[in-house]
């Protein structure tokens, strides 16, 4: 350390901070949840309609995933929205709580039905989502799939 | 030498007396103060008026006032209340999550920065 820095150096701090807990958020955990209930609407509509005790274990735990996977990408989805997004946002992205209504919406319709129809819809909200967080952020983020 | 001296003179008065000098942690007042800046507080600059909008001001958190913040006067309120904002309300806590806080509680006004480059505080 310099001299200048060695004699001036404050001693005390001052906060201009923002204060979330951690302020790490990424669209990502709600993607990963969404396809996950896309890959088990999938699953459910090759399982076909067997009655046998083996396909209706796996169709149970099939539809437990699902529904799991819904309510974590929802709750994902809000903790963006009540935590991450702030008014100020608003101006730059108008239709804001339009889209976020809409994938909440998607998710409990993916729990209460099971077409994979529902799961794509909801990615494809999920990506407008990616895409309004990631210009709030000034960053170019491309869209990508695990799947 | 008289160079040394008074550095050493305004070290030392800086410290503890009128003016007390601070370092800026975050981003919530860039370009003003940005995070890193070291800065020159007035404790003696509300001794006989209100602080005013538009000055920057170190105050502690309301909710947790061990914990100093560096925000900017918006606007003054009935009852010497005082509504802080941070320059970039993306980056920032202020009174709009925790309120105003009083007139009376506020440390002191950044008066000048002194580091990486000087100049007086607008």
Known sequence: MDLFSRIF???????AHCDGPCG????????IAAEAVLSMEKK????GDGQDLASQNTRGRFIAIKEQQADLCKRELNILWN?????EHLAAIPDLHDIFWQAAKLCSKNKTESN?????ALLQAIEKIHNAYWKSKNRDVAFVRAS | MLLAITATVLAINTQAGRFMRFAVAGQSMSPALPGGAWVIVDRRA??????????IVVVPDP???????VKRVRSLEPGDAVWLEGDNALASTDSRTFGTVPASSILGRVRWRYAPWAGTVQ
């Open chain 2, 63 to 69: 909710r947790q006032p061990r914990r100093l913040l």
């Open chain 1, 83 to 87: 935590d991450y997004f702030k008014p």
């Open chain 1, 24 to 31: 790490v958020y990424d669209p990502a955990s709600a993607r």
């Open chain 2, 46 to 55: 509300y001794l006989r008026r209100l602080p005013a909008p538009g000055e």
């Open chain 1, 9 to 15: 150096r404050p001693a005390n701090v001052a906060h």
């Open chain 1, 116 to 120: 994979p129809e529902n799961g794509e």
């Open chain 1, 44 to 47: 459910l509509a090759a399982l």
